[in-house]
């Protein structure tokens, strides 16, 4: 399984970024997935995971301004991210459990000045 995320960048206070995660080696049917993001000196948290079944769910602080998104067909994930806030400045993780073995892509970076 790989995951290779993208759209990372810098952006200015109540701006918009799209990551995109392309996964390989999975069946995207079945699988669920997830953004997760790292601040400098804070834990990774969960940002947006979106179900096999699409089921979505958000965490408090990016509810309203951020979607994920799933294209089953491309095996692609997205996280549509609007109005963002200096806050919102982490490393963005592409994640998934599949087969009960969680994955991680590769980080992209987004700075988000004010």
């Known amino acids: 399984v790989q995951l290779q995320a993208s759209g990372g960048g810098l952006v200015q206070a109540g701006g918009s970024l799209r990551l995109s995660c392309a996964a390989s080696?999975?069946?995207?049917?079945?699988?669920?997935f997830g953004w997760y993001r790292q601040a400098p000196g804070q834990q990774r948290e969960l940002v947006a995971s979106?179900?096999?079944?699409?089921?979505?769910n958000y965490a408090d602080s990016v509810q309203g301004r951020f979607a994920i998104s799933r294209d089953n067909v491309w095996r692609r994930v997205y996280l549509q991210m609007n109005t963002l806030e200096p806050e919102d400045t982490a490393v963005y993780y592409c994640h998934t459990q599949y087969y009960g073995r969680h994955h991680w892509g590769k980080g992209t970076q987004v700075t988000v000045s004010s």
């Open positions: 080696g999975v069946n995207a049917k079945i699988a669920a």
């Open positions: 979106i179900a096999s079944d699409g089921t979505k």
